[in-house]
Nanobody, 125 residues
Framework: QVQLVESGGGLVQSGGSLRLSCAATGSSFSSYAMGWYRQAPGKERELVATISSDGAINYADSLKGRFTVSRDNAKNTLYLQMNSLQPEDTAVYYC???????????????????WGQGTQVTVSS
C-alpha cells in the first residue's frame, strides 16, 4: 500500500513560481511511474507530466518549457517545479503512482495504482 501526500500549493501572482512535492509512504517507490495531473473547475483531469521508473519524462505539450518534473527515489518524493505561472494554471494538482506487474531490480511487483488527495494552486492575474 502506498499513500501519496502532495504539498506546496498556494496562491501566487501571474508570472510567479511554485514547487510542488509529493511524498510517498510505503516501499518500492522507485518501481512506480509517477505523474502529476491537474483538474480545473468544470474541466476534466488532465496530464501535466510523468516520469517513469527509469527516469523517462513526458510533458503535456502546452506545458513544455515552464514545468519541470523530477523525482528523488532516496526520499520517496516526486517534485514539480512550475515557473511563469498563468491564471489558466489554476487547478487542483494531483500526484499519481502507477506500476505494471513486472520485475524491478530483480524483484517482482504486482500492478498498483494510487492517487494523492491533491493540492490547490491558484494563480491571480
Amino acid at each position: 500500500q502506498v499513500q501519496l501526500v502532495e504539498s506546496g500549493g498556494g496562491l501566487v501572482q501571474s508570472g510567479g513560481s511554485l514547487r510542488l512535492s509529493c511524498a510517498a509512504t510505503g516501499s518500492s517507490f522507485s518501481s512506480y511511474a509517477m505523474g502529476w495531473y491537474r483538474q480545473a473547475p468544470g474541466k476534466e483531469r488532465e496530464l501535466v507530466a510523468t516520469i517513469s521508473s527509469d527516469g523517462a519524462i513526458n510533458y503535456a505539450d502546452s506545458l513544455k518549457g515552464r514545468f519541470t518534473v523530477s523525482r528523488d527515489n532516496a526520499k520517496n518524493t516526486l517534485y514539480l517545479q512550475m515557473n511563469s505561472l498563468q491564471p489558466e494554471d489554476t487547478a487542483v494538482y494531483y500526484c499519481n503512482a502507477d506500476r505494471d506487474a513486472a520485475f524491478y531490480s530483480g524483484t517482482f511487483y504486482p500492478a498498483a495504482y494510487y492517487w494523492g488527495q491533491g493540492t490547490q494552486v491558484t494563480v491571480s492575474s
